[in-house]
């Protein structure tokens, strides 16, 4: 295994759904362009720009063959956020003659919701908002059905960042493509953990995010369709024309470079990382659920990142747990660790209580974590759940028999 | 988000959890809040025969400020009379936990399990004024 980056933390990093941490080979490959090489890949007249745009030209096709897609297909972006905005508006700008319909879901990341939430509110389109089932998927049917003659767009994301469920993107492509709508997807959580290929999976737009693939923060993409259908979109950032038109700004060379490189590790590691991801997460995932009685997992049990593990610890509320286990990094579901104080939209659209979606971690292993983490995870968190359900009065009053749900509680 | 020492100290060192049995008639038990809100904390007291609260129990389901809230709360009531714990605000916990403004409602929680607990054990001492005993 490559060396992980080196840190001062003592901490057990388990949330690499969120951010991962700089591979070390793709620092690397970015130092140079930090440094002597720092010319801006526009100058077309002098060593110094050359030097950027061939490192640019380089990285766009490193990100074209992790996507098994053309290197003119590539437009380099701030990040996913930016790659949403983007494909969602400026796909539904450019086509405004032909209709203003989308469908989406309620489950996307919020760059997909807000923006389509900006077009409805602004009257630029009309969005479907599908439901997800308690696996947190939608089906190719609730899609076909929601299609409408004006439909223009289709955004599905690959994966959800909360519980890992796999969406069925190939077959909603198929659908997208027989009627002539465009499909974006989400695929920030999906690329490097699933095998990823625009044309097998129908893809006319998908967008992507270097940090959460061992790559620097604030850089990303966008794949954009060149043939059948050729995608254009409307710029949301207008200046000198960079990026085929659609995204101008000088191009953010030592973050493009860090994009690439980490794009052709994840092609080159890609077996070696899914069999190191799927046996630390199912080490953890068996030795939380075989200690401890009365956890749901949330999301699909089959069609799941092998990253991924989201779980409910009924009548443990999710922040006093995470009080608990200071030196894991995960993240929660529940409201008390959020800036909203509502609990997950996400484990709430899957039909979860708010009482467990308050009680669920998320716990996500990367290419860093270790057996030896695993386990001091799993023991911290075993440990940590027994003690609060000891002093937990809905552990105790399950115990005694008595159904939570007819209790008369007294909400406030 | 940071807490102060006093709600660790609590949250690591829970003072009091437990319980009481909840049929005798020297015990008041109050349960207060709702799962799906994230907290519930049920709160208990052992009066003496000359009204003095010997011994108090919590369990409580809830964020650490709640369960620091809460286990604070049976060590103030302890020793007290009955009218005397009435008087213990929820102003008082957060002065003392430092608690910030978003984890308020804990301790007012803590209030009303303090208040529920005294409610139910004067009903039982007074049960033809359970409907006006407060």
């Known amino acids: ?412 | 988000m940071a807490y102060s020492d006093k709600v660790l100290d609590h949250y690591e060192n829970p003072r009091n959890v437990g319980s009481l049995d909840k049929a005798a008639k020297d015990v008041g038990t109050g349960v207060v809040g709702a799962p799906e809100c994230g907290d519930v904390m049920k709160l208990q007291i052992k009066v003496s025969s000359d009204g003095v609260i010997e011994d108090a129990k919590f369990k409580t389901f809830g964020c650490g400020s709640a369960i620091a809230s809460s286990s604070l709360a049976t060590e103030w009531v302890k020793g007290k009379t009955v009218d005397e714990a009435l008087g213990i605000k929820n102003t008082d916990i957060v002065e003392e936990l430092s608690l910030p403004p978003v984890k308020i409602h804990c301790s007012v929680l803590a209030e009303d399990a303090i208040r529920a607990a005294l409610t139910d054990y004067r009903s039982k001492q007074n049960p033809d004024e359970k409907a006006d005993s407060e």
């Open chain 1, 1 to 412: 295994m490559t060396s992980a980056p080196s840190t001062n933390n003592k901490h057990i990093y388990l949330d690499y759904n969120a951010t991962t941490p700089l591979d070390p080979r793709v620092l690397d490959a970015m130092m140079p362009y930090l440094r002597e090489n720092f010319g801006n890949a526009a100058s077309r007249s002098h060593s110094f720009g050359w030097a950027a745009e061939e490192a640019v030209k380089i990285a766009r096709q490193q990100v074209a063959d992790l996507l098994g897609a053309s290197d003119k297909e590539i437009i380099f972006t701030s990040g996913a956020t930016e790659s949403d905005n983007l494909a969602i508006k400026g796909a539904v700008e450019m086509l405004a003659k032909k209709g203003k319909h989308i469908i989406t879901c309620v489950t996307e990341h919020k760059a997909v919701l807000d923006s389509c939430k900006y077009l409805e509110t602004n009257g630029l389109a009309d969005v479907t908002w599908l439901e997800v089932g308690k696996n947190g998927l939608v089906t190719p049917e609730q899609v076909a059905e929601a299609i409408r003659d004006d439909t223009v767009l289709i955004t599905i994301m690959m994966a959800n960042n909360e519980i890992g469920s796999i969406h069925p993107i190939k077959e909603i492509g198929a659908i997208a493509h027989e009627k002539g709508i465009w499909f974006h997807t989400d695929a920030t959580q999906g690329i490097a953990k699933l095998p990823f290929d625009v044309n097998d999976l129908n893809v006319d737009m998908a967008s992507m995010s270097a940090h959460k693939i061992y790559g620097p923060k604030g850089v990303g993409a966008l794949y954009v369709r060149r043939r059948k259908p050729r995608v254009r979109l409307s710029p949301q950032m207008h200046g000198g024309g960079h990026e085929r038109g659609m995204r101008s700004g000088t191009l953010n060379v030592p973050g493009i470079v860090g994009l690439g490189a980490a794009c052709k590790i994840a092609k080159d590691d890609f077996d070696k990382d899914q069999a190191h991801y799927k046996a630390l997460r199912d080490r953890l995932e068996q030795k939380i659920r075989g200690a401890l009685d009365h956890v749901e997992l949330n999301g699909d049990d089959e069609q799941r990142l092998v990253t991924t593990f989201n779980i409910s610890f009924a009548y443990v509320e999710g922040e006093s747990l995470i009080m608990g286990i200071p030196e894991i990094a995960v993240s929660s579901g529940s409201a008390c660790t959020s800036a909203s104080l509502e609990p997950s939209y996400v484990l709430r659209a899957l039909g979860v209580g708010d009482d467990l979606a308050h009680s669920s971690i998320r716990f996500s292993v990367g290419r860093f974590t270790t057996e030896a983490e695993v386990d001091a995870a799993a023991d911290t968190v075993i440990k940590t759940v027994r003690k609060l359900r000891d002093m937990s009065p809905l552990y105790e009053m399950a115990q005694e028999g008595i159904d939570l749900s007819s209790v008369n509680w007294d909400a406030h």
